[in-house]
């Protein structure tokens, strides 16, 4: 009598098994051919020699080495890659909080103003570094002008080493549409049962805000500031579209620094050296994120007290 | 039934590839090129002259991105799937060659009657490695009406400014709100309406300053940096003075491959420097009434000659990609599309030293400055033939990392007002020394 159903059970796991296999293996050839296999090998030609061309020669820890003690961009680099990414994750986790909170908000033209700034993000980004291109132009731009209309002197926004990458981070939290998306959605999760129990005895909004809407909103807020921490230490893109780099290391972001020194000056091996380095900066940071997160986020099913 | 119909649909798909494949009985190579739809129009355009002239050899193009170009062709070379020829950017020509991927063409011209000058002879160690596909100088351009609104009388086709008479006339040129004059009481530098001059400040640009002040970037072999002599340092300097002291110039931190659009194509700006090809590939579509003369000098009367190179690629059809490179970069094969639209100027030395040579392009009704062609000779011919002097990338290795990446960024610096040239030059030197020596 137990024979029969067990076997079937086991024939009925095989075949699910095997279905899911089938199901996963694209994702696993995928993730393995073009993730983890260039992983390792950009990891093993971060100690060659290599410009691409030429003989390959094996040079042990020294394009490390030489990052670390010869280089004079890598330090002001890392220092650009980090402020950047700092001002731009909290950045853009206020704003896109602060917005979606409003548009959680029985506003009038809701839907409008939802698609207004879900906007930037959807735009090409080429077209948009562009835009702000012109705005922040020093000699034409609309913020200078606008600035010394009312007699004050020009600013130097992308033109000074000091204030390239605020205004850089500028633009990147303008552009965090999809995070207003996502904040969005946990908004309308928070029960509202509540925060009407919380009225009741006599909460005002700010008490409800700190003690019903950010703790219900935590996980959203973790998933928020990982994936805007992990794009935004990745940048590139400004980079490469408005600054090319400068003034100084101003905007000699990580990615950028990658990015030249392997394909622009031919240096593979002294580009993946970077790649790792940036690749371990990426993990410590999301360790971090991890190992603290037990202390703050609130899960709604978890049983701790 | 759905199975033939999979079936016959996969036929249709590998159609094209039979089609390619089918053999014609001709070698087919590939030209690789950068550049946008019209230039892929006009390359399009002398192909199918070539392809139609003979019946041996079948040239397919390959539309590269501009910013991308060089870094693809590494990539092909990895692979070992390099076109058979193609353009290579200026900076790159050397790395190609010493890392022997660049088929040997130090004869192409040999016992011919056209001879490409000297001055666009690429030279590893001494040794020719190839020949630009054209010549371009810089030059100054100008634009006449701002300076007749100013009463200034126009620059001078074979007598350059002297770099004080340059600043002088672009500070009579320069006005603020109130028309004030840099210098003048009360002008305010913050309300500048009209500048007097651009200085193009792309990074190899700023080489042509380094000469004229009697300094150099780098030894004529190639092997030594000598940027960081005073000469050299003090002409950076000058340059980025334009801005931040005389204020005749607007500032450009994040230099831009354009100095007529920056400059006069926004009509701020009066006077501007700028290579010989945007005669053909911007003044055209500008509504500007120009003018073209010598660079100013600040001690030599020196202009830089550069352009890239059609390289044939080392491979097994080297020998047709040869012959179709030798067709393809005379002046003749891209006589309509590039030479009469100012876009190239010839590289042999023929059209340069005899006057029915001259007279073939310059004296053309279709070649842009065609109005005024005894500036066109003196600015365009004869400021070639004395003045010129070829960019460092024809001699000196690795300016991919040296002018491209290292000088690139820390000039920023400089053109921003945040530190002197001297500090900058000073820091970067030992990298600059270092990477021009790497094999």
Known sequence: MTALPKRHMIRYNRGETRAAWICLLPSVIGLVCITYIPMIASFTLSLFNWNGLGEMKYIGLDNYIRLFTRDTKFYGSLLTTLEYACLSVIGSIIYSMIIAMLLNRKVPARGFFRAVFYLPYVLPVLAVYLGWKWLFDYNHGLFNYLIKLNGGTSVKFLDSSTMVTPSLALIAVWLSGNLIVIFLAGLQNVPRTYHEAAEIDGANAWHRFWKITIPCMTPIIFYNLLMSLVTNLQVITPALSLTQGGPGTGSYFMCYMLYTQAFKSHKYGYGSAIAVILFLIIAVFTGILFATSKGWIFYEGDEKE | ?439
């Open chain 2, 1 to 439: 039934m759905k199975k033939l119909l999979a079936i016959v649909l996969c036929l249709a798909l590998m159609l094209p590839v039979i089609a390619l494949a089918e053999g014609d009985g001709r070698v087919h190579i590939t030209y690789s090129f950068w550049g946008d739809q019209t230039e892929f129009e006009s390359v399009q355009k002398v192909l199918d002259e070539y392809n139609q002239m003979q019946d041996k050899v079948f040239v397919e193009p390959m539309q590269i991105p501009n910013e991308q170009y060089t870094e693809t062709l590494v990539n092909y070379a990895i692979a070992d799937q390099l076109p058979d020829c193609g353009m290579v950017n200026e900076n790159s020509v050397l790395f190609f060659a010493r890392n022997g991927v660049m088929a040997d063409v130090s004869d192409m011209y040999a016992g011919e009657e056209l001879q490409p000058m000297d001055c666009i002879t690429f030279k590893d160690d001494g040794t020719p490695v190839g020949y630009s596909s054209c010549n371009e100088i810089l030059i100054m351009y100008y634009n006449k009406d701002m300076f007749d609104a100013a009463g200034e009388p126009y620059p001078s086709a074979d007598k350059p400014y002297t770099w004080d008479e340059f600043v002088e006339v672009a500070k009579r040129l320069t006005f603020d709100e109130a028309g004030k004059h840099p210098g003048e009481d009360g002008f305010n530098p913050e309300k500048i309406v009209q500048y007097g001059a651009f200085v193009n400040n792309w990074t190899w640009q700023m080489e042509v300053w380094a000469l004229s002040n009697g300094g150099a970037w780098f030894s004529d072999d190639g092997k030594q940096c000598l940027i960081n002599s005073p000469e050299a340092i003090e002409s950076i300097q000058k340059v980025a003075d334009l801005a931040l002291v005389e204020h005749v110039a607007p500032l450009n931190v994040i230099p831009e491959d354009n100095g007529v659009g920056v400059g006069i194509g926004s009509k701020t700006v009066a006077m501007t420097t700028d290579g010989t090809w945007r005669l053909g590939t911007d003044f055209p579509n500008l509504d500007i009434n120009y003018g073209i003369a010598p660079l100013p000098m600040m001690k030599e009367n020196v202009t830089l000659c550069t352009s890239g190179l059609t390289g044939v690629f080392k491979g097994k059809h080297q020998q047709e990609a040869y012959d179709f490179v030798k067709w393809y970069t005379r002046e003749e094969s891209n006589w309509e599309s590039l030479v009469l639209t100012g876009i190239w100027l010839p590289k042999s030395e023929y059209y340069y030293k005899t006057e029915e040579g001259i007279s073939k392009w310059l004296g053309n009704e279709k070649y842009p400055y065609n109005k005024d062609m005894e500036t066109g000779k003196k600015v365009l011919v004869e400021y070639t033939m004395n003045n010129a002097k070829p960019a460092c990338w024809y001699y000196t290795p690795n300016t991919q990392i040296t002018t491209n990446e290292i000088l690139f960024t820390a000039l920023q610096s400089v053109w921003s007002g945040e530190r002197t040239a001297e500090d900058v030059i000073n820091e970067i030197y030992p990298d600059l020394c270092e990477a021009i020596l790497i094999d």
